[in-house]
């Protein structure tokens, strides 16, 4: 019977299917799950009343999943009254721990979401794989190098997990671990190919509608060589989000390099937010850094402005541009130790900008492909060292496939035989870009990550 009503509402026929569900719960008064399909169906007509009707059956709800279902059902009906603290009321009955069907599940999600725009499912990963060519492979290694020009195919993984422990009350503990990795092909550079682990231990504290996250992170970088442990870090990390989505990053910790000179204290904050610009959402984000390193050539000043914004192309389509400058200064290179260091007794200043365009289509089921064209060109005050050019310029274009998961593993419940999914038609998946929160941006994104104090290269 809930299959034909199931059909019934594909094809647009509510009325029928509340025809057909009441013959069904005036012959078996406590069938639970017909009485809440049925109110399900009253709220899509935009028939109130009823739908109350039917959520006050007598003997209703009779299992933990149909109590869940009851509750979130009430919470569609005061969502559709206009009676926000209803709404809250209705969902605090609900937790992650809440047993419940898959797409009841799903439906929590989503009304958490339209509540409180910083919600989010305990579980989130990613992960994107892409590949490519460019025609410097030396640009941007994390050694600092200034060889240039070598044409190189390429390959990028970028793979990250978050899970929290289910909420109880303001402060939930929280785990991440990420990997990046660079592949590249050409010999004359291939021992410059990196991957970065990273690990975050630590808390979330929601304070009203501010969520502030603490946490320890360790990390370490390899190179293709054969020492390949070229640096490892130790941050405390803060990550703030205001109400309206403004988001401030701080960070600070040591590191330890490979070549003990460049050893250094760490410490950098940002900020973030999005402005909508000619009716484009713009996401923009200002960092700054100050490294003291172990010898005071290497110490480093900079900042970074970067800006993202992305628009539809039609259909699944959307195109995304991105643009970074950042400006680095070594207020202590110059004389013998920045012959050493920089192969120049000049005093060292950087400039980078960096250019991105990109098609990226969702697939369905958190996959999306996309293609996109980097250019980047930093322009140093070293441009005639005996170690060579610090400036550099570099076209890139890599076509990647990403996946996309938000889940809660602590739901509990299984699935009978003889139930049939209802269709909500509100699901909780991630969305695509655009619609992500700007801390959740800040973090994913290549462009505003590398500087904003969420990274430590």
């Given amino acids: 019977m809930r299959l034909m009503a199931r059909a019934l509402l594909a094809s647009g026929n509510s009325g029928q299917a509340a025809d057909l569900l009441r013959q069904q719960v005036d012959q078996f008064s406590l069938d639970c799950e017909s009485w809440s399909w049925l109110a399900w169906v009253e709220l899509h007509r935009n028939e109130p009343a009823a739908a109350w009707q039917a959520l006050q059956a007598p003997g209703c709800p009779g299992s933990q999943q149909e109590a869940s279902r009851w509750a979130l059902l009430e919470a569609v009906a005061q969502r559709a009254a206009g009676d926000a603290a209803g709404v809250a009321a209705a969902l605090a009955r609900v937790g992650d721990r809440s047993v419940m069907w898959p797409e009841d599940a799903r439906l929590r999600a989503g009304l958490e979401k339209l509540r409180d725009p910083v919600w989010q499912q305990p579980l989130l990963a990613s992960v994107e794989l892409a590949t490519g060519g460019t025609t410097n492979a030396f640009a941007g290694s994390p050694t600092d190098t200034t060889k240039q020009g070598e044409e190189s195919l390429l390959a990028r993984l970028n793979a990250a997990a978050s899970l929290r422990a289910p909420r109880h009350g303001p402060v939930t503990p929280l785990v991440e671990v990420g990997v990046r990795g660079h592949g590249i092909a050409a010999d004359e550079a291939r021992d410059l190919s990196y991957l970065e682990l990273a690990g975050r231990?630590?808390?979330?504290?929601?304070?009203?509608?501010?969520?502030a996250v603490l946490t320890y992170r360790r990390d370490t970088l390899h190179l293709n060589q054969d020492h390949s442990l070229y640096s490892e870090g130790q941050r405390a990390e803060l990550e703030l989000e205001l109400p309206g989505g403004l988001v401030v990053l701080a960070g600070g910790g040591h590191r330890d390099f490979q070549d003990p000179w460049r050893t250094r204290q760490e410490l950098d904050a940002g900020v973030a937010g999005t402005l909508r610009a000619g009716g484009l959402p713009v996401t923009l984000a200002l960092a700054g850094r100050s490294f003291d390193a172990h010898m005071p050539v290497h110490d480093q000043r900079g900042g970074t402005l970067t800006a993202v914004t992305s628009t539809s192309l039609g259909g699944a389509w959307r195109a995304r541009l991105g643009l970074t400058v950042a400006v680095d200064d070594y207020p202590h290179s110059g004389g013998w130790e920045g012959l050493v260091a920089f192969g120049s007794a000049e005093k060292r200043h950087d400039t980078l900008a960096r250019l991105s365009l990109g098609a990226i289509r969702r697939l369905g089921n958190g996959l999306q492909v996309g293609i996109t064209y980097e250019h980047a060109r930093r322009?140093?005050?070293?441009?005639?060292?005996?170690?060579?050019?610090?400036?550099?310029r570099e076209h890139r274009l890599l076509a990647s496939l990403r996946f996309d998961l938000d889940a809660n593993p602590w739901r509990r419940g299984r699935t009978g035989g003889d139930h049939v999914p209802l269709d909500h038609g509100l699901g909780g998946s991630a969305g695509g870009f655009g619609e992500e929160r700007v801390r959740d941006l800040v973090r994913q994104d290549e462009d505003l990550r590398g500087d904003c104090g969420c990274s430590p290269h």
Avoid: D, K, N
């Fill in 201 to 211: 231990l630590g808390a979330e504290l929601r304070l009203g509608r501010t969520t």
């Fill in 379 to 392: 322009w140093s005050s070293i441009e005639e060292g005996f170690q060579g050019s610090f400036s550099y």
